[in-house]
């Protein structure tokens, strides 16, 4: 049985060679040519836009796992990434079936994927877990003492969310921290996903009614940090007061600040601030407007960290 299963991932590696080669020379494209099309409500790419046409019938990649996420997020997640909980609730089945897909993964299947593909596999997780964690909570109970810190519809009165629920990914058991620090910021190296995953409250990342796919992956981070860095409580300058506010996000946790100063720790720019403040406007700098990053490459300011808002991303009730 061993043996069998080594020749089908051979078989399955060298098929993902080919698609890649094939790739190579017809690059897949968003439909539309809006730089927000992927967040507009547009149809994404099908399944045979992210196979091709020479993938080995019966084989599953990465994008065309990705991609079956799709029907719960176009359906339960609006335009500006806010949830109906409500809705959700009551079609749990189809919540239910994605953890499952989730859980059943063969490890062989995955590992033919590209890089991308990987990661995408992993936000994806990582946004649908924290889905059903929600909703096997929902609505939240607020506890008495907690409400002294946070609101009641908090994700922080569901006791131990993100460090003793545990999911199941391909046969291992993860909690969202684990999937946070240790997968996405560990083994990827990638700080970006800060801002592309959603931690259920109106501070984070917007949801993305669409799931992330390797071969857009690009564009959706960069949609990501452009839309968050433009809202209120990811970036504002106040250049009255000369005071630049920044998303909590950089310095929520320890392992979110030791990603940033490895990918963007600089000594060439803000070196009146300190290693951890330099990474995060060096990674700002590339997703605000011209003028903001000239503001903060030539003024003289003081940074201040924005109040995080704990409520749920819910949508308003109708």
Known sequence: ??????????????????????????????????????????????????????????YIGGDAFNLTFAPILKEYVNQQGLVNYPKMRRFRAQLDDAIERFANLPPEVYITWSQSEKIAFWMNAYNICTLKAVIDNYPIKPSRFMLLFYPANSVMHIQGIRDKTYFMIMGIQYTLVEIERDVLLGRFEEPRVLFAISYATMSSAGLRPEPYLGKVLEKQFDEQAKNYFASPNGFRIDEASKVVYLSPIFKMYQWHEDSLLKRYGTNQLFRQFQPVDRAVLNFVKDYISPANADFLKKKEYSIEYIRYDWQLNEQPAE
């Open 1 to 58: 049985m061993k043996g069998f299963w080594i020749i089908i991932v051979l078989l399955l590696t060298v098929a993902a060679v080919a698609g890649q080669k094939n790739d190579a020379n017809n690059p897949a494209q968003v439909k539309g040519n809006d730089s927000n099309d992927s967040n507009s409500g547009k149809e994404l790419l099908n399944v045979m836009d992210v196979e091709g046409p020479n993938v080995p019938q019966g």
